[in-house]
């Protein structure tokens, strides 16, 4: 069974432009969690979706979004970069939408504004 | 006040050695409780979930559950260098099932 696969692993944007990056959950998986993790720093929660609805958000702002689409695979956005959006960016799926919750995390998108 | 407390460490233990994590959260309402292992530039893993009170056994790791004390703690017996990793506790929150994360233990396990 494949496992959550992310998309692309690696990019290198300039301050200003648009990013989109995407992730394909485990198969039968319908709940989709995005993370960004700094150097030394704990996954923060961006957004988390499930059917095609966004059910959690973080506390980010709006130049970070999401989607969902009806084979549960997840895109985020991140509109007008600035430099402090350099991260690893983590999506993780789960099986149950509620419940135990156990997140299984794709690779990663590595991301570098420069 | 932060949810979900980890000490960041780093934590040294000898090879061979039991390590000891610690984990605190605030809700009293928590429901279940993970344990994920993240080594430098990989995505986190899962070790271990508990959702009931006393202690949960999978191979050398060992996860303590204590709700009255609201606190969660993961043992690994006969520590390997290859345990050397930063290890992430998360807490199901009552409300809406999201995951709450503590910014995680670097352990180093010295051969």
């Known amino acids: 069974k494949a496992g959550v696969t992310q998309t692309p692993r690696y990019l290198i944007k300039t301050r200003g432009q648009q990013v989109t990056l995407s992730c394909s959950p485990i198969?039968?998986?319908?709940?989709v969690s995005w993370y960004q993790q700094t150097p030394g720093q704990g996954l923060q929660f961006l957004f988390e979706?499930?059917?095609?609805?966004?059910?959690n958000k973080g506390n980010f702002p709006g130049r970070f979004s999401g989607r969902q689409f009806s084979n549960s695979r997840s895109e985020m956005n991140v509109s007008t970069l600035e430099l402090g959006d350099s991260a690893l960016y983590l999506c993780?799926?789960?099986?149950?939408?509620?419940?135990?919750?156990?997140?299984?995390f794709g690779a990663g998108t590595r991301l570098s504004v420069l | 006040q932060k949810e979900v407390e980890q000490n960041s460490g780093p934590l040294s233990v000898p090879e061979g050695a039991i390590a000891s994590l610690n984990c605190t959260y605030s809700?009293?309402?928590?429901?279940?409780f993970f344990w994920y292992r993240q080594y430098s530039g990989k995505s986190p893993e899962l070790i271990m979930f508990?959702?009931s009170n006393g202690d949960k056994e999978d191979g050398r790791f060992t996860a303590q559950l204590n709700k009255a004390s609201q606190y969660v703690s993961l043992l690994i017996r006969d520590s390997q260098p290859s345990d050397s990793a930063t290890y992430l506790c998360?807490?199901?929150?009552?409300?809406?099932?999201?995951?709450?994360w503590g910014a995680g233990t670097k352990l180093i396990i010295k051969p």
């Open positions: 993780a799926s789960s099986l149950i939408g509620q419940g135990e919750n156990i997140q299984y």
């Open positions: 198969s039968g998986h319908r709940s």
């Open positions: 979706y499930f059917s095609e609805t966004q059910r």
């Open positions: 809700d009293r309402g928590s429901q279940s």
């Open positions: 508990i959702y």
């Open positions: 998360a807490v199901t929150h009552v409300s809406n099932y999201q995951l709450i």
